[in-house]
Nanobody, 122 residues
Framework: QVQLVESGGGLVQAGGSLRLSCVSRDRTHAMGWFRQAPGKEREFVAAISWTGSTTYYVDSVKGRFTISRDNAKNTLYLEMNSLKSDDTAAYYC??????????????????WGQGTQVTVAS
């Protein structure tokens, strides 16, 4: 069974940076990052196609976050710069098994990691 394991979360000051990683036990296809803050619904953050040639971002992170992947290592990344307190949330990686194209809808992803907490102190 394919599993996704996130890492890299932590406590950072506003304006700081973090890099999240998500390792898959098996090859996956289109992947994405979502986040969920306490009391809020899960929110799309970024997605990337199998080849990495297509990426999408929610407007609030454009220019600050970068999604990338290393298929040789079965690893997905999210580089987060200029972090704000509004970025505080649990971050989840997700995979669309069998699909190479990206999606911004959480309903299109069928495999999820356990999440990693990102806390930005203002």
């Amino acid at each position: 069974q394919v599993q996704l394991v996130e890492s890299g979360g932590g406590l950072v000051q506003a304006g700081g940076s973090l890099r999240l990683s998500c390792v898959s036990r098996d090859r996956t296809h289109a992947m994405g990052w979502f986040r969920q803050a306490p009391g809020k619904e899960r929110e799309f953050v970024a997605a990337i196609s199998w080849t990495g040639s297509t990426t999408y971002y929610v407007d609030s992170v454009k220019g600050r976050f970068t999604i990338s992947r290393d298929n040789a290592k079965n690893t997905l990344y999210l580089e987060m710069n200029s972090l704000k307190s509004d970025d505080t949330a649990a971050y989840y990686c997700a995979a669309r098994r069998g699909y190479t194209v990206v999606s911004q809808s959480s309903y299109d992803y069928d495999l999820w990691g356990q999440g990693t907490q990102v806390t930005v102190a203002s």
